[in-house]
């Protein structure tokens, strides 16, 4: 794993944690229910790439080949599903819930896939950061689960959320040829914004009517969403599935510690505990100085480095 590949990884899901904040301000400066929030986050965030790549003169649909457009046909609907189900989730219980379940099954997806599939174990500082994680991410967003009326529905379909964000993460773990990240990002983007817009405009759609809204737009699109998402698929070239997924942990980290600035949201004491331990847990996965550059997947049962 190469640190570079790890930073990327923890600066995505960073990023990432500003998406709630983010979104909730556009979403109600502009009037948007959370799917409509979701189909603006994908669209300005396929098309910022895809028209950067074309004015750069970089962007060449005749060498995206059958295996490239299957990767971002797949990896856009696989998108489209993680943002429905995880806002559905949202809507159907709690924020903590959904935070709880549709983040923290994900690692625990990508465990199960590579024992049963590539049979593969963790190692047991991998595994020790899971509990860790999951640990402080309950911690964290524990006040937050016994909202809502529909717990077991939010719960399901939270677990849904899960299974769609491993499923990015290992599908996209190795790369297509001829598709870089940008590539990606911006054509699966696309694609899922345009799987989610009937959904969307069955329940209302609007655009930014001044320049506040434009930047909250663009920020959540280029920033929060694009660019981070081209660092996640960047750094799965050498950080390992599993490593991903649990680094992605601290994204509820940093969407309390931006809420309790934005919105004046209490963390409390148990909530920093738990962000110690979510730190703590990325600590360790970090790259080893006696460990190879790169991860290689193992095609026997042996123990997987995780890191």
Same mark, same amino acid.
């Given at each position: 794993?190469?640190?570079?590949?790890?930073?990327? +990884?923890?600066?995505? +899901?960073?990023?990432?944690?500003?998406?709630?904040?983010?979104?909730?301000?556009?979403?109600?400066?502009?009037?948007?229910?959370? /799917?409509?929030?979701?189909?603006?986050?994908?669209?300005?965030?396929?098309?910022?790439?895809?028209?950067?790549?074309?004015?750069?003169?970089?962007?060449?649909?005749?060498?995206?080949?059958?295996?490239?457009?299957?990767?971002?046909?797949?990896?856009?609907?696989?998108?489209?599903?993680?943002?429905?189900?995880?806002?559905?989730?949202?809507?159907?219980?709690?924020?903590?819930?959904?935070?709880?379940?549709?983040?923290?099954?994900?690692?625990?997806?990508?465990?199960?896939?590579?024992?049963?599939?590539?049979?593969?174990?963790?190692?047991?500082?991998?595994?020790?950061? /899971?509990?860790?994680? /999951?640990?402080?991410?309950?911690?964290?967003?524990?006040?937050?689960?016994?909202?809502?009326?529909?717990?077991?529905?939010?719960?399901?379909?939270?677990?849904?959320?899960?299974?769609?964000?491993?499923?990015?993460?290992?599908?996209?773990?190795?790369?297509?040829?001829?598709?870089?990240?940008?590539?990606?990002?911006?054509?699966?983007?696309?694609?899922?914004?345009?799987?989610?817009?009937?959904?969307?405009?069955?329940?209302?759609?609007?655009?930014?009517?001044?320049?506040?809204?434009?930047?909250?737009?663009?920020?959540?699109?280029?920033?929060?969403?694009?660019?981070?998402?081209?660092?996640?698929?960047?750094?799965?070239?050498?950080?390992?599935?599993?490593?991903?997924?649990?680094?992605?942990?601290?994204?509820?980290?940093?969407?309390?510690?931006?809420?309790?600035?934005?919105?004046?949201?209490?963390?409390?004491?148990?909530?920093?505990?738990?962000?110690?331990?979510?730190?703590?847990?990325?600590?360790?996965?970090?790259?080893?100085?006696?460990?190879?550059?790169?991860?290689?997947?193992?095609?026997?049962?042996?123990?997987?480095?995780?890191?």
């Amino acid at each position: 794993m190469r640190p570079r590949h790890f930073i990327f +990884a923890v600066t995505a +899901a960073c990023l990432w944690g500003g998406g709630g904040v983010v979104g909730v301000l556009f979403g109600n400066h502009v009037g948007l229910a959370p /799917l409509g929030v979701a189909t603006w986050r994908m669209a300005v965030a396929g098309v910022t790439l895809l028209g950067g790549l074309a004015l750069l003169g970089r962007l060449d649909l005749r060498r995206w080949g059958r295996p490239a457009w299957i990767r971002i046909v797949v990896t856009g609907v696989l998108t489209a599903a993680f943002e429905a189900a995880f806002f559905t989730s949202i809507a159907l219980s709690s924020v903590g819930l959904a935070t709880l379940i549709g983040i923290g099954s994900a690692p625990v997806f990508v465990a199960v896939y590579d024992a049963v599939v590539r049979r593969v174990r963790p190692s047991a500082r991998a595994s020790g950061a /899971l509990v860790l994680a /999951l640990t402080g991410l309950t911690l964290l967003v524990g006040g937050g689960l016994a909202h809502g009326d529909r717990i077991l529905g939010g719960a399901v379909v939270a677990l849904g959320a899960g299974a769609s964000f491993a499923a990015i993460t290992v599908v996209n773990r190795r790369p297509v040829p001829g598709l870089n990240p940008v590539d990606l990002t911006g054509g699966a983007f696309t694609v899922g914004a345009l799987v989610l817009l009937p959904f969307a405009a069955a329940t209302g759609l609007a655009a930014p009517a001044d320049l506040y809204g434009w930047v909250l737009a663009l920020g959540m699109g280029v920033v929060i969403t694009g660019f981070a998402y081209v660092l996640y698929l960047t750094a799965l070239a050498t950080v390992p599935a599993f490593v991903a997924t649990i680094v992605t942990l601290l994204e509820p980290l940093i969407g309390a510690i931006l809420g309790a600035i934005v919105f004046a949201e209490r963390l409390g004491l148990a909530g920093a505990a738990g962000g110690v331990l979510l730190g703590t847990a990325v600590v360790l996965l970090r790259p080893q100085r006696d460990e190879p550059a790169l991860a290689p997947e193992p095609p026997t049962m042996v123990q997987d480095s995780g890191t």
